[in-house]
T-cell receptor, first 115, second 116 residues
Framework: DVKVTQSSRYLVKRTGEKVFLECVQD?????MFWYRQDPGLGLRLIYF???????EKGDIPEGYSVSREKKERFSLILESASTNQTSMYLC??????????????FGEGSWLTVV | AQKITQTQPGMFVQEKEAVTLDCTYD???????LFWYKQPSSGEMIFLIY??????QNATEGRYSLNFQKARKSANLVISASQLGDSAMYFC?????????????FGDGTTLTVKP
């Protein structure tokens, strides 16, 4: 089974702190993604990476950065956390594109509260 | 315009009955894929079923089936013989042909509650 593991399930951070959310996948997938999930807004793509050291902005990259130094690991960084970044963050991965039916595999999510 | 619309924020169904979760989509791309995911309270999103725009038959996966009506641009999820474990949030998603897999568009979700 594909396993996408997010290191922290629940975090509470203070405004202005630098926050790292870590994600590891064990299926040698090329693509990795970070989403943000908020009630009534569905899932919104923050950043994605299609290879080591490669990244592309998603729909809402402001206030976030990412790092992919190894194929299996994709980190989301909040440079200076703000209260409007309180949310659920989902990491996902998928193999190299094999057509429209290429599904994505999600982690269990990280609930971040910024106070 | 929103690309994926799920008009039912919440749904209730009696255990063992069937339930339909609505999803309409908007695209001008003739080639696209439609997905349904389940998100239990634990948070993980679980892939349920996929339908390609050129598929002639409706997709089925066990108790899940996708009622695909291309002309109406709808892709409703049907869950037969509901179980208590089906209580979760369900997301409809679409991927257009010129996009990376992870750039699918997701709806806002429908919360399904199965009553004993």
């Amino acid at each position: 089974d594909v396993k996408v593991t997010q290191s922290s399930r629940y975090l509470v951070k203070r405004t202005g702190e630098k926050v790292f959310l870590e994600c590891v996948q064990d299926m040698d997938h090329e693509n990795m993604f970070w989403y943000r999930q908020d009630p009534g807004l569905g899932l919104r793509l923050i950043y994605f990476s299609y290879d080591v050291k490669m990244k592309e902005k998603g729909d809402i990259p402001e206030g976030y950065s990412v790092s992919r130094e190894k194929k299996e690991r994709f980190s989301l960084i909040l440079e200076s956390a703000s209260t409007n970044q309180t949310s659920m963050y989902l990491c996902a991965s998928s193999p190299h594109d094999r057509g429209l039916g290429n599904t994505i595999y999600f982690g269990e999510g990280s609930w971040l509260t910024v106070v | 315009a929103q690309k994926i619309t799920q008009t039912q924020p919440g749904m209730f169904v009696q255990e063992k009955e069937a339930v339909t979760l609505d999803c309409t989509y908007d695209t001008s791309d003739p080639s696209y894929g439609l997905f349904w995911y389940k998100q239990p309270s634990s948070g993980e999103m679980i892939f349920l079923i996929y339908q390609g725009s050129y598929d002639q038959q409706n997709a089925t996966e066990g108790r899940y089936s996708l009622n695909f009506q291309k002309a109406r641009k709808s892709a409703n999820l049907v869950i037969s013989a509901s179980q208590l474990g089906d209580s979760a949030m369900y997301f409809c998603a679409m991927r257009e042909s010129n996009t990376n897999a992870g750039k699918s568009t997701f709806g806002d979700g429908t919360t399904l509650t199965v009553k004993p």
